[in-house]
Nanobody, 115 residues
Framework: VQLVESGGGLVQPGGSLRLSCAAS????????MSWYRQAPGKERELVAF????????NFADSVKGRFTISRDNAKNTVYLEMNSLKPEDTAVYYC?????????WGQGTQVTVSS
């Protein structure tokens, strides 16, 4: 199993970013995926979840209405579209796969929201 995040960067408050997570090593279309984030000095927190088909999604209260999660099962990729970004969204963002009793993580991608 391999998960590779990309798309992070520095953005001004109110701006947007689109994160991608390319997955390999398993049958992507059969598994739900999630995005988590971890800010300095804080615990890793769940940001968004998407079911295997994309038909069901869920979001942390702090990002509802601003973030969208989607997936392209033909490309083995899950996305996190982030709009109206705030300084408190600054964190390392990770995609996550629960698979056969353990959690798999990517290396993370840094998102910094600052003027």
């Amino acid at each position: 199993v391999q998960l590779v995040e990309s798309g992070g960067g520095l953005v001004q408050p109110g701006g947007s970013l689109r994160l991608s997570c390319a997955a390999s090593g398993f049958t992507f279309s059969r598994y739900a995926m999630s995005w988590y984030r971890q800010a300095p000095g804080k615990e890793r927190e769940l940001v968004a979840f998407i079911s295997s088909t994309g038909g069901s999604t869920n979001f942390a209260d702090s990002v509802k209405g601003r973030f969208t999660i989607s997936r392209d099962n033909a490309k083995n990729t899950v996305y996190l579209e982030m709009n109206s970004l705030k300084p408190e969204d600054t964190a390392v963002y990770y995609c996550n796969l629960p698979y056969f009793g353990r959690d798999y993580w990517g290396q993370g991608t840094q998102v910094t929201v600052s003027s």
